[in-house]
Structures are given as structure tokens and as C-alpha cells.
């Protein structure tokens, strides 16, 4: 490829955007883009609980792993306090993290602060990214960096990228893509490197990167190129983290808490909603059957003794198993103007069973929000109103 069909748009905060001046090749999504996707990915395969993104920056990469439903812990670090500050309250939880709960707790804390000091508090981490940082640091704070990463943090993973230098004359007039950069390696140089640390600390690594050179320039590899390490006898454990002094050495900036169904509050939110929902579906299905019947035997819904409530017509949202399972479920029924919807029949419903072990549980939950039958086996809901309100009798 001509190299002057290459032209660099922007070089904003390590998201350098690589653009063609013909349309031969485009790094479509952006280059950086690419990075975060491939970071995602990895979380999406390995599902970590404590992630920890080294050199943060804008912190786009922890808006997008912050959806990711693993992640119990997700920690930004960078030198750049003013960065953290301002990207911060984007991260918060907002009205629809509150309406619908996560299943797991998640808590998001920036700090400021260096790669190359000790923080205890990364400690025990199943994944820690450094996107785009290695290129950052001085000679001094390179050779301390492995030590603290890896020899201290010790995480189950370590994921490094940087820029590929090889790729560098696809550009025109780029000799280093940042001007904060010290240094951009060839792939020799990037693996020597790797290969050396992982072996000093005891990591397996495998290289690979994001940015598809264009055809005909194959050879020069990857755009980004990236080292994916992973430590030889997995994780820490918990002991041998307690052993550590606590040294907080970084700043918190911001840290927030997002609401879950761990929390008891929300659960039971979302538990009453889901079971009101429910009882209010199931209500509404009945009505005719009662109707009909309430109009056999006069004007106003009378107690017709326990008449069982017909089974109602499942929408395609159930699977054939589901269904057999609400099917065989004890069916609500009604006495007089009172219907009651069994316990073990909202069990059976697949929401509020991924919410709720058992029968003992959801009745301890909804007890003082939802109207129960005398031995607490059935939610009671009253038809007069509604018949009232509908048919006017
Ligand atoms: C090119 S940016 C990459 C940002 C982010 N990782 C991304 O991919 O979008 C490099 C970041 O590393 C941060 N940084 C540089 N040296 C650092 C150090 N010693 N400790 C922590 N962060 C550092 C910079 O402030 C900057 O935000
Ligand atoms: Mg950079």
C-alpha cells in the first residue's frame, strides 16, 4: 500500500485515530474502539469479578465494562487527576440501573496515582488492563512497572498493549503516533520484553493485536499490538493476600455503588413488582371466566365456593417446558369476589423463580407489601373493584 494513502487525523489522548486518505483500508470501528472491544471480549470469555484498568484515562473503557453483569469491582487508575475527576459522574449508577437492579453487586472507585507505586487495595484482582500506557512511562518507571504489576498485584490476568512501531510508516510523517510517548516497539522488541517479565514473575503470555494491516502490507502486523498474560497456578489466595500490609498509597477520587438484587431493598422492589405484575396478569386473564360465571348466578360476583380458575392461554414467551411446569403448578382460583393466586404457581413462572428459592422465601419478602390468604399460601387479590370499575354491575 502507497504510504501516503495513510493520513493520522487526530492524536487525542492516546485514542489516535488512524485514517486513510484513500479509502483502501479504514480501521472501522476506530483503532481504539477495536481496544476496548477486544477487552470486552475477554471479560465477556473469562467473566472476572475484580477488573482493574491501569492508565484509565477518559475512562471509556470502564463505561463499557461496567455493563458487563461478572464484574463485582471495576478500579480506574491514572496519573491524570483532572481526567478522573471530570469522567467520574458518568460513571454513577442512573434511572434505569434503578429500575432494573443488576443481579450482583457492582462498585466502581477511580483513583489517582502512579502504575509504578504499591496499592494494596488492587490486590487479589482477576484482571488488570494497561491500555495504551507502557509507551507512556520513562525508563526509570518501566523497569519498576513489572514489579509492581507483576510481582506485587500479582493478578490472574495482565493485559498490555501498545503500539506496533512496524505499522508506523503506513504513516505518513509519523515517527512516534504521541508526542507523550517515549518509546513505540517493534514486535520483537514489544515480545522480548513480554517474554522476559512473564517469565521473571511467572506468567504464560500470547501476542496478538487489533488494526488489520492493509492487503499487501501484511507483514508489518497489527496496528495495536497486545500481550495477554496469564499467571501459572491462577490466583492468590486469600491468605496470602491477608499477609499483606494495607498500604494505600492512591487517592480515591470517586467511587459509587450500584443498586442489585444483593441488596435487600432492591430485591424486595423487584420482587413485589414482578409478583404484583403477575397476580395483575393472571387477574385480568380470569376476568371472563368470572364474569360469566358471576352472571349465571345474578348481577354482583358471588362466592361461587372455590371455583377453580381456567388455565390461561400462554403467549409464546414460554418455552414448552415452562409451560408444562405453570401448567402443573396448583391453577389461582377465586371464592366470592376474592382471588388467589398460589404461591407455588408464581414459583413456577420463570421470573420469580431465577428471584426466589422458594415459597418460604418470597412470602417472607412480600408479606408486608401484598395481601396474603389466612395460611400464607396464595396472594389475594380483591375482583369487586375491578368489577365495578369494568362492568359496572
Ligand atoms: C494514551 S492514554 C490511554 C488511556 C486509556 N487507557 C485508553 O486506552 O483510552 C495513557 C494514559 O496513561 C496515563 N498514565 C501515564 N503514566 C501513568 C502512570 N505512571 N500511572 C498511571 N497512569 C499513567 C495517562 O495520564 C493517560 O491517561
Ligand atoms: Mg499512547
Redesign the pocket.
Given at each position: 500500500m502507497e504510504e501516503n494513502n495513510l493520513q493520522c487525523s487526530s492524536v487525542v489522548d492516546?485514542n489516535f485515530e488512524e485514517v486513510p486518505r484513500e479509502t483502501a483500508i479504514q480501521f472501522k470501528p476506530p483503532l481504539y474502539r477495536q481496544r476496548y472491544q477486544f477487552v470486552k471480549n475477554l471479560v465477556d470469555q473469562h467473566e472476572p469479578k475484580k477488573v482493574a484498568d491501569l492508565g484509565c484515562g477518559d475512562t471509556s473503557l470502564l463505561r463499557l465494562l461496567k455493563v458487563n453483569p461478572c464484574i463485582e469491582l471495576l478500579v480506574g487508575v491514572d496519573i491524570n487527576e483532572d481526567k478522573l475527576r471530570w469522567r467520574g459522574d458518568s460513571l454513577a449508577p442512573f434511572l434505569g440501573d434503578f429500575l432494573k437492579p443488576r443481579d450482583l453487586n457492582l462498585t466502581i472507585t477511580l483513583y489517582h496515582g502512579s502504575v509504578v507505586e504499591r496499592d494494596s487495595r488492587l490486590l487479589g484482582f482477576d484482571l488488570i488492563t494497561c491500555i495504551?500506557l507502557i509507551?507512556?512511562l520513562d525508563s526509570g518507571d518501566l523497569a519498576r512497572f513489572p514489579e509492581v504489576v507483576f510481582g506485587y498485584l500479582s493478578p490472574s490476568m495482565i493485559v498490555i498493549s501498545t503500539?506496533n512501531s512496524e505499522f508506523n510508516p503506513l504513516f505518513p510523517s509519523v515517527t512516534l503516533?504521541?508526542s507523550d510517548?517515549k518509546f513505540e516497539w517493534t514486535r520483537m522488541e514489544f515480545q522480548t520484553w513480554a517474554l522476559y517479565v512473564a517469565n521473571r514473575y511467572d506468567y504464560s503470555v500470547e501476542f496478538t493485536g487489533v488494526g488489520e494491516p492493509p492487503a499487501g502490507a501484511e507483514n508489518v502486523g497489527y496496528c495495536t499490538q497486545i500481550g495477554i498474560f496469564r499467571k501459572n497456578g491462577g490466583k492468590a489466595t486469600e491468605s496470602c493476600l491477608s499477609e499483606q500490609h494495607d498500604q494505600h498509597v492512591y487517592k480515591a477520587v470517586f467511587t459509587t455503588s450500584y443498586p442489585s438484587l444483593q441488596q435487600e431493598r432492591f430485591f424486595k422492589l423487584v420482587l413485589v413488582n414482578e409478583v404484583s405484575q403477575q397476580v395483575e396478569s393472571l387477574r385480568v386473564s380470569h376476568l371472563p371466566r368470572q364474569k360469566e360465571q358471576a352472571g349465571e348466578q345474578g348481577d354482583k360476583p358471588k362466592d361461587i365456593g372455590g371455583s377453580k380458575a381456567p388455565v390461561p392461554c400462554f403467549g409464546p414467551v414460554f418455552t414448552e417446558v415452562e409451560k408444562a411446569k405453570i401448567e402443573n403448578s396448583p391453577t389461582p382460583f377465586w371464592v366470592g369476589d376474592k382471588f388467589f393466586v398460589p404461591l407455588q404457581r408464581l414459583l413456577a413462572y420463570p421470573k420469580l423463580n431465577r428471584l426466589c428459592a422458594n415459597e418460604e422465601m418470597m412470602r417472607s419478602v412480600i408479606a408486608d407489601s401484598i395481601p396474603l390468604s389466612r395460611d400464607g399460601s396464595a396472594v389475594v387479590a380483591d375482583l369487586r373493584n375491578y368489577f365495578d370499575e369494568q362492568f359496572e354491575f
Open positions: 492516546g495504551e509507551e507512556h503500539p503516533r504521541d510517548h
